[in-house]
Nanobody
Framework: QVQLVESGGGLVQAGGSLRLSCAAS????????MGWYRQAPGKQRELVAS???????NVADSVKGRFTISRDNAKNIVYLQMNSLKPEDTAVYYC????????WGQGTQVTVSS
């Protein structure tokens, strides 16, 4: 079992930055894949970025060059640094972990005003 708790969301103006954190209830050292997804109103949940246990990252084209995913195995936290935010980045952001099963956090709202 893995419990995930996201934090760091909020309201920001276009062009601003936010850093999301995902704290895991267990060591993430052995978790093969962790990621961030988002879901805007009326849209399907989509992958934003993921990171493997070895540190390999995958970032969606829509956020490439603006968002960075990282993991701190010592603190059991995965981060999503979001820069140059746009109104279309507005969504609920969810943390995800694949460890024998799929686990989700409760989500954190990110709202970008124009």
């Amino acid at each position: 079992q893995v419990q995930l708790v996201e934090s760091g969301g909020g309201l920001v103006q276009a062009g601003g930055s936010l850093r999301l954190s995902c704290a895991a209830s267990r060591s993430i050292f052995s978790i093969d894949l962790m990621g961030w997804y988002r879901q805007a109103p009326g849209k399907q949940r989509e992958l934003v970025a993921s990171i493997t246990a070895g540190g390999r990252t995958n970032v969606a084209d829509s956020v490439k060059g603006r968002f960075t995913i990282s993991r701190d195995n010592a603190k059991n936290i995965v981060y999503l640094q979001m820069n140059s935010l746009k109104p279309e980045d507005t969504a609920v952001y969810y943390c995800n972990a694949e460890y024998w099963s799929i686990y989700w956090g409760q989500g954190t709202q990110v709202t970008v005003s124009s």
